[in-house]
């Protein structure tokens, strides 16, 4: 459990971690809350000869409200957005998915830009990030972009990122009203990660049927998607009982399911539609009020 | 564990069958292929460096061929090592038309994997292993 050796450097700017990545090149990591990358460290599976440590860079770390939506800083960590009372108004699915990460250890130290740079198949924000249809902003030496979740989960722990970019901020909208969101997971025993993780945002028209709807899902395949057949089954529909099971059978359709020694392929299919089908009714009462 | 699947490929199956014989084009398509030599026996020897996340080691290899039907079938043999462990696996391909001048591959096997990463990192051998034969797939399409 002892981590091979490694240079470290703790960069106090952006450009000076710039700087550094372009030196390390691809035997740099960079690392935020650690809480991803250093676990893997001790294991030896991840061995990086040189560290950019980029936890001292202040201007990373804050959560405000801006044009309508909020920016959370790609350093916040797990703990700082559960108790952020801006995101319990806001944005309540983030504090919920926050709440849900593996202990409290871990969410004092692990950041959601973390986590997100990580892309570990089963982590828990990729399902809100989706269901918000959030925003990732990525910064290098010569520039920024915002990319929008779906496009940023490429596959098993690959990102859109690119090697000289840094993953800054995370913009996310403002909840409307008759807005319900709701993120439900199954804990794996040992390690907390989601044995499924399933987030949900549900928007109801005034006639009552389901104005807006975006589904992720965590932990099933190589990476967390939009279960959009799904959104598809719900969308313009009265979300009665019997549609919502009719959307949740098909959380997993088209999808390559994960199997390993805890669960197999076909549970994790099961346990995802299970756990969409709470999670939408968890959401839908929310909707409307009577949650 | 199973690795099975279908790829459909917009190539004729003489040119898919010959993108698959040559060492040079399985060379280009693996991940991270630094090396692939034949030996005297018939087989390859592979230097693979596959990086996945911040997943990264090289692995030595060796690669049979059997029962080879050109331009149909081969069962293809895999041994290979490295710091994060073993891999052990049998499987076969099997190439047909797919009526649309394109060609299926229809593959499956069963693979062993051992050591550190299959008993510390073994939720994410599986989707690893598939990752590795997309990213195959695509490379040799890339070629034709």
Redesign the interface.
């Known amino acids: 459990m002892i981590p091979e050796a490694f240079e470290y450097h703790c960069p106090t700017t952006l450009e000076e971690a710039w700087q550094a990545m372009a030196e390390t090149g691809e035997d740099g990591?960079i690392v935020a809350g650690g809480h991803?990358?250093i676990p893997?460290m001790k294991?030896?599976?991840?061995?990086?000869k040189y560290l950019i440590d980029i936890g001292r860079i202040e201007e990373l770390r804050n959560i405000r409200e801006e044009d309508g939506g909020i920016e959370i800083g790609a350093l916040a960590t797990h703990h700082q957005i559960e108790a952020s009372d801006l995101l319990k108004l806001l944005c309540p699915l983030l504090p919920e998915t926050a709440s849900e990460i593996g202990d409290v250890q871990v969410r004092n130290m692990g950041t959601i830009g973390g986590s997100l740079a990580?892309?570990d198949?089963?982590a828990d924000w990729p399902a809100a990030i989706l269901a918000l249809e959030a925003e990732i902003e990525a910064r290098s030496a010569h520039g920024a972009r915002w990319i929008k979740a779906a496009d940023y989960f490429v596959?098993?722990?690959?990102t859109a990122l690119e090697p000289d970019e840094i993953l800054t901020r995370i913009r996310v909208p403002a909840v409307h009203a008759h807005t319900g969101q709701a993120y439900l997971k199954l804990h794996h025993p040992a390690s907390g990660y989601a044995m499924v993780g399933v987030a949900v945002c549900l928007t109801l028209a005034e006639s009552g049927v389901v104005a807006k709807l975006a589904v992720g899902l965590t932990g099933a395949?190589?990476k967390a998607v939009r279960a959009v057949a799904v959104e598809e089954v719900l969308s313009g529909k009265t979300p009665k009982d019997s549609r919502l099971n009719e959307a949740a059978a098909v959380a997993t359709q088209g999808m390559?399911l994960?199997?390993?020694?805890?669960a197999s392929a076909e549970y994790r299919g099961h346990l995802a539609r299970v756990y969409t089908r709470r999670a939408l009714a968890k959401a839908l009462e929310r909707a409307r009020g009577t949650a | 564990m199973t690795i099975e699947g279908t790829y459909n490929i917009a190539a004729p199956q003489e040119t898919v069958w010959q993108h698959l014989m040559s060492p040079e084009s399985l060379a280009r398509a693996l991940p991270g292929c630094e090396r692939l030599e034949p030996a005297p026996d018939g087989s390859f020897q592979a230097v693979l460096k596959i990086g996945i996340g911040a997943v990264k080691g090289t692995y030595h290899g060796r690669i049979e061929l059997a029962d080879v039907i050109p331009p149909e079938s081969y069962r293809m043999k895999v041994e290979g090592k490295g710091a994060g462990g073993f891999v052990k696996g049998e499987g076969t391909l099997n190439l047909s038309e797919n009526g649309q001048g394109g060609t299926t591959i229809q593959y499956s096997g069963e693979a062993q994997v051992g050591g550190l990463i299959a008993s510390v990192g073994q939720r994410l051998v599986q989707a690893t292993a598939r990752q590795v034969v997309n990213q195959f797939f695509q490379a040799l399409v890339h070629q034709m």
């Open positions: 990591k991803s990358l893997m294991l030896r599976l991840a061995s990086p990580h892309a198949p089963a596959d098993l722990m690959t395949g190589a390559e994960n199997g390993d020694l805890y």
